[in-house]
């Protein structure tokens, strides 16, 4: 028992001694169920070939390796502990036991990559639909693929959304579609991230069953996923400046070369880049070129 309890806590996953009664988490843990995942798709179901592992060192790594031995469209990957996740430009995502949901989707398109621009900002509206769904209305969108609320007077971020790409740049393609949520933010991984974050149990008062998110989430996407595989971004730019939290605000936008510009948001292109207002004019930023930051 005491080595299966140190080689938890080499995961990241608190357990404390209760002298006389033994071990304990430090609260319950809701386990990932498939049967209860599938339940919560609804009519989705049937679409989705569900796997969920008790450990791996990134859902996205593991999918993109399925992906090549060819395991059929719409695999999903879910994780109850995931201990090398990725976030955009190189980042590490930090996630633990009960306190995170870290999926990934492997969707297939008959267009080549050139023809998926946008889509990040795709998923990450089904995302923000599935929680107003559950009644977190708070949340909103940062472009290109943060969800994020604002409270504690800070925009805090609740989760975030890595796309790896396979295929050619004119044939079919497919897309690796991670997600990794924040369900609880104790004080341990709070001092471990670089950013304000928050979980999405504190947003809605209790804890959330992550079965019943990823089964909503997953049903969010597959309708999503299927118009914009018919209509492209442009079908979803109207509704997504809706749900988009720097809208008509002023920024601050970090470039890879270390340079600040300051700028005002005027909306989102067609093809899903960030149109600024700036010194210079109106200019149009794509996703790997900068950070947005909110000039408050």
């Not at 979803?236 to 920024?251: G, K, T």
């Amino acid at each position: 028992v005491f080595n299966a309890i140190q080689a938890a806590q080499t995961l990241g996953i608190a357990v404390f001694s209760v002298h006389g009664r033994g071990y304990r988490l430090p609260q319950p843990v809701v386990l990932l169920d498939q049967e209860a995942i599938l339940a919560a798709c609804g009519d989705y179901a049937p679409w989705f070939h569900l796997q969920v592992l008790a450990q791996v060192d990134s859902t996205n790594r593991y999918l993109m390796q399925e992906s090549v031995r060819g395991v059929p469209h719409a695999t999903c990957v879910a994780a109850q502990v995931q201990t090398a996740g990725r976030g955009r430009r190189g980042r590490t995502w930090l996630s633990q036991l009960g306190g995170s949901l870290t999926f990934s989707l492997l969707w297939r398109f008959q267009c080549g990559a050139a023809g998926l621009s946008g889509l990040s900002l795709v998923v990450g509206l089904a995302l923000v639909r599935a929680l107003h769904g559950i009644g977190l209305t708070e949340v909103q969108l940062k472009w290109p693929n943060d969800l994020i609320v604002q409270a504690n007077g800070q925009w805090q971020k609740l989760g975030g959304i890595l796309i790896e790409l396979q295929g050619d740049m004119e044939g079919p393609s497919a897309a690796v579609i991670g997600v990794g949520l924040n369900l609880e933010v104790d004080t341990t991984l709070r001092q471990l991230i670089d950013q304000a974050a928050m979980g999405l149990n504190q947003l809605h008062g209790k804890a959330l069953d992550p079965n019943q998110l990823l089964g909503r989430c997953l049903a969010s996407l597959a309708e999503h996923l299927s118009l914009f595989a018919e209509h492209g971004f442009s079908h979803f730019q109207p509704q997504w400046a809706a749900y988009h939290a720097f809208d008509q605000q002023a920024v601050d936008l970090h470039l890879v070369n270390g340079q600040v510009l300051p700028g005002r948001v005027i909306d989102i292109a067609e093809e899903g880049s960030l149109l600024v207002e700036t010194a210079d004019g109106v200019q149009r930023f794509n996703a790997g070129e900068i950070s947005v930051r909110s000039a408050g």
